[in-house]
């Protein structure tokens, strides 16, 4: 298996995110990735692939260009504000919710900052750009390699993508590569692709970018919005509008959920997958369904992922795999190789 690895992920660090009313340091932090990358060095497993450098217009077809023009001048607009913004990242603080405007672009940095956002717990950094941005080509990447002809590839990078939507940023997201990754397969000649999330919290940002499209199935495993984030997304009765009516499948499950139950919810979300047609797989890989996640709730052990990883195998297809949430540090580089292990022993049904 191909892994197209994200050296400049560790750029992106930020210091705090607000957590249950009080500012903490950041779960999201490059030790998840380097405990990945030590795992696969480890068990020799994989090759590591440099990725290809695609053109910002790539990211157009699934990002809005004032949203990505903002994203890669934001950090030195706040440093323009204020010298000493250098040593603090940006947290937004004010929304356009409910009846406010969105579609005027305010002059206000604070106000531009809100308006791209969905949360207080997604600070953008020095190196947040670029982190992101060489992240999406990987996730390009690794769509054009399985494009191409391969089974399999993964994109180990960081920050992750599923809550990022057309044009904002959140959940610690602030590109979309798994809806990069299916649009660049769409791209190079799969008719329909399936987008399957596997993150204990709903890929909100996903779901948005496709949900009235035909093209690209979305199913989601995850933690009761009624109760996790993202909350006010990824209740069962969203099934996709519009063209897209029927081609987004969600299956929230309650926090406590052991494995057994979980992998039924897989195992419905591939029928329909298959039920689909679809020629090409992207996965959300999402380790925070682990039982010892610090900010989730299901209880998924190590050895579970073993079974993932074949269960996904079994459905045949053409896959990606992305690297998204796991903020159990230590444990993280086992769940995640544990999966990619699984998926390479298991035959094709």
Known sequence: MHIFYNHQHALHQGKVEMFRGELVPCFEVPARVDHVLAELQRRRFGTLQAPQTFDDAVLARIHSPRYLDFLQHAWDEWVALDAANAARDALPSVWPVRTLRSDVLPANFAARLGLFSMDAGSPLTSGTWAAARAGADCALSAASHVAA?????????????HHAGADFFGGYCFLNNAALAAQQLRDQGAARVAVLDLDYHHGNGTQAIFYERADVFFASIHGDPHTEYPFYLGY???????????????????????????????????????????QALVVSLGLDTFAGDPISGFKLASN?????????????????LVFEGGYAVAEVGVNAVNVLQGFMQTSKP
């Open 236 to 278: 069962a009765d969203e099934r996709g509008a519009g063209s897209g009516l029927g081609f987004n499948r969600n299956l929230p499950l309650p926090r406590g959920t052991d494995f057994a139950v979980w992998r039924q919810a897989l195992a419905a979300a591939l029928q329909d997958i298959q039920a689909f047609g679809a």
């Open 149 to 161: 002809g391969a089974r399999s590839a993964f994109v180990l990078t960081r920050p992750p993508g």
């Open 304 to 320: 579970d992922y073993l079974r993932v990883g074949e269960d996904l195998a079994r459905a045949g297809l053409p896959t990606v």
